[in-house]
């Protein structure tokens, strides 16, 4: 599968790096994984976190409503003290996202429509998205501002990291996904985070593929 970045986001954000875990499994074992995922105060400095990602999404004309997914997970947690278990790989990627303060998300590779994945500006014009969880429901994008992951023509995330698609929606009975971090922050602490949900995984299934990649400005594309 080809992923790919289109260089004018990295020209109007250099600092941006795209972290790729791609892995299949056997014999999840949810139940223990939820022992291990405890959601503690963030390692990471949220404030600039938050005020970062904030810049980008008034860049993208994004309403107030629309938040970065690391920064909806953190009210969640504000708020309710955790996060409602979802599935296997969601609980495993929202532990890590909320630690290290990196907004991350993931898709069922068997759901892929086409195989290659692009960080891109909105194409005018094109493909409606689907929303997670309003199967049936499109909406429209309208805004070149806005910045999206596309499968193929299909818009797949929108507002870089605020929403995912039913489309390749993630859920109990999936073995196979490939798991997306969005970061302006360092290599070092992307690096370790990939770390650490590649030993929950293994710790928590039988791991049959594993693969991993990070995109930059160096490296805009990479078959995975």
Same mark, same amino acid.
């Given at each position: 599968?080809?992923?790919?970045?289109?260089?004018?986001?990295?020209?109007?954000?250099?600092?941006?790096? &795209?972290? /790729?875990?791609?892995?299949?499994?056997?014999?999840?074992?949810?139940?223990?994984?939820?022992?291990?995922?405890?959601?503690?105060?963030?390692?990471?400095?949220?404030?600039?976190?938050?005020?970062?990602?904030?810049?980008?999404?008034?860049? &993208? *004309?994004? !309403?107030?409503?629309?938040?970065? !997914? $690391?920064?909806?997970?953190?009210?969640?947690?504000?708020?309710?003290?955790?996060?409602?278990?979802?599935?296997?790989?969601?609980?495993?990627?929202?532990?890590? !996202?909320?630690? *290290?303060?990196?907004? &991350?998300?993931?898709?069922?590779?068997?759901?892929?429509?086409?195989?290659?994945?692009?960080?891109? *500006? $909105?194409?005018?014009?094109?493909?409606?998205?689907?929303?997670?969880?309003?199967?049936?429901? /499109?909406?429209?994008?309208?805004?070149?501002?806005?910045?999206?992951?596309?499968?193929?023509?299909?818009?797949?995330?929108r507002y870089w990291n605020h929403k995912d698609?039913?489309?390749?929606?993630?859920?109990?009975?999936?073995?196979?996904?490939?798991?997306?971090?969005?970061t302006v922050g360092g290599l070092l602490e992307?690096?370790?985070?990939?770390?650490?949900?590649?030993?929950?995984?293994?710790?928590?299934?039988?791991?049959?593929?594993?693969?991993?990649?990070?995109?930059?400005?160096?490296?805009?594309?990479?078959?995975?």
């Amino acid at each position: 599968m080809k992923i790919s970045i289109e260089n004018e986001i990295l020209e109007t954000y250099p600092q941006y790096k &795209m972290g /790729l875990i791609k892995i299949s499994v056997e014999n999840k074992n949810w139940e223990k994984l939820q022992s291990l995922v405890k959601y503690e105060k963030s390692i990471a400095d949220e404030e600039l976190i938050e005020k970062e990602w904030m810049k980008i999404f008034y860049d &993208m *004309h994004a !309403s107030k409503r629309r938040l970065p !997914s $690391v920064v909806a997970l953190w009210s969640i947690i504000d708020r309710f003290g955790a996060l409602k278990p979802i599935n296997y790989f969601v609980d495993a990627y929202n532990y890590i !996202s909320v630690k *290290h303060g990196i907004p &991350m998300g993931g898709y069922d590779l068997q759901k892929l429509p086409y195989p290659e994945l692009t960080l891109q *500006h $909105v194409v005018q014009g094109g493909k409606k998205f689907e929303p997670m969880g309003l199967s049936g429901q /499109l909406e429209k994008l309208k805004d070149t501002a806005e910045i999206c992951y596309y499968c193929g023509d299909i818009p797949v995330c929108r507002y870089w990291n605020h929403k995912d698609s039913e489309i390749t929606k993630i859920d109990v009975d999936t073995s196979e996904v490939l798991i997306m971090f969005d970061t302006v922050g360092g290599l070092l602490e992307l690096k370790n985070a990939m770390k650490e949900l590649v030993e929950i995984i293994q710790l928590t299934s039988n791991v049959i593929e594993l693969k991993t990649e990070i995109l930059s400005k160096e490296k805009l594309d990479c078959e995975i």
